[in-house]
Antibody, heavy 125, light 108 residues
Framework: EVQLVESGGGLVQPGGSLRLSCAAS????????MNWVRQAPGKGLEWVAN????????YYVDSVKGRFTISRDNAKNSLYLQMNSLRDEDTAVYYC??????????????????WGKGTTVTVSS | EIVLTQSPGTLSLSPGERATLSCRAS???????LVWYQQKAGQAPRLLIY???SRATGIPDRFSGSGSGTDFTLTISRLEPEDFAVYYC?????????FGPGTKVDIK
């Protein structure tokens, strides 16, 4: 069964740090780019970060640049999000997602086809 | 940066009715990069439609997507009780993903 399981969420004070993990199983982890997506309470979805298959390229939403770092350990089939200098507005459920793709003519379709159940991060004093 | 706008914010319909959801982009989006997700309360989102019009595996054929350029539509031909949820469109470009604010389909 294809599965993503997040962990590491919790309550942290503003300015603090937290490291999220995502364990992947049931598919060839090294074949896929991976993402973190978050959802603040009662709000919509926000893409946070992306990492390519070999970890050579990483991309971030502007609001987390310089504070969050996405990484992966392909030997452990794991994805991580190191979150530093946390702010109240980082409070959210954080989802790990797989970036699925299909060949289309001379290009590709891209989409998030596998989602974990999420882990909750609360930033509060 | 491409901004996605979804309308209406809330759609109140009865089971069996047709739902038409709109997603508008601030600039042209490649159709192959336009995606729709469904999210039920307390659950993670689920992939519905990719490439603007291709149904994901296991998605019933009452769900269909269409559109190009800046205007895209998700249609649910006949609402089933399990379809009442929030629907998000998303676009992909240069390894960056952007979501729309969502449309909630609730029971009238």
């Amino acid at each position: 069964e294809v599965q993503l399981v997040e962990s590491g969420g919790g309550l942290v004070q503003p300015g603090g740090s937290l490291r999220l993990s995502c364990a992947a199983s049931g598919f060839t982890f090294t074949s896929y780019s991976m993402n973190w997506v978050r959802q603040a309470p009662g709000k919509g979805l926000e893409w946070v970060a992306n990492i390519k298959q070999d970890g050579s390229e990483k991309y971030y939403v502007d609001s987390v640049k310089g504070r969050f770092t996405i990484s992966r350990d392909n030997a452990k089939n794991s994805l991580y999000l190191q979150m530093n200098s946390l702010r109240d507005e980082d409070t959210a459920v954080y989802y790990c997602t797989r970036e699925g793709y299909q060949l289309l003519g001379n290009g590709y379709y891209y989409y998030m086809d596998v989602w974990g159940k999420g882990t909750t991060v609360t930033v509060s004093s | 940066e491409i901004v996605l706008t979804q309308s209406p914010g809330t759609l109140s319909l009865s089971p069996g009715e047709r739902a038409t959801l709109s997603c508008r982009a601030s600039q042209s989006v490649r159709s192959s990069y336009l995606v729709w997700y469904q999210q039920k309360a307390g659950q993670a989102p689920r992939l519905l439609i990719y490439g603007a019009s291709s149904r994901a595996t296991g998605i019933p054929d009452r769900f269909s997507g269409s559109g190009s350029g800046t205007d895209f539509t998700l249609t649910i031909s006949r609402l089933e009780p399990e379809d009442f949820a929030v629907y998000y469109c998303q676009q992909y470009g240069s390894s960056v993903f952007t979501f729309g604010p969502g449309t909630k389909v609730d029971i009238k």
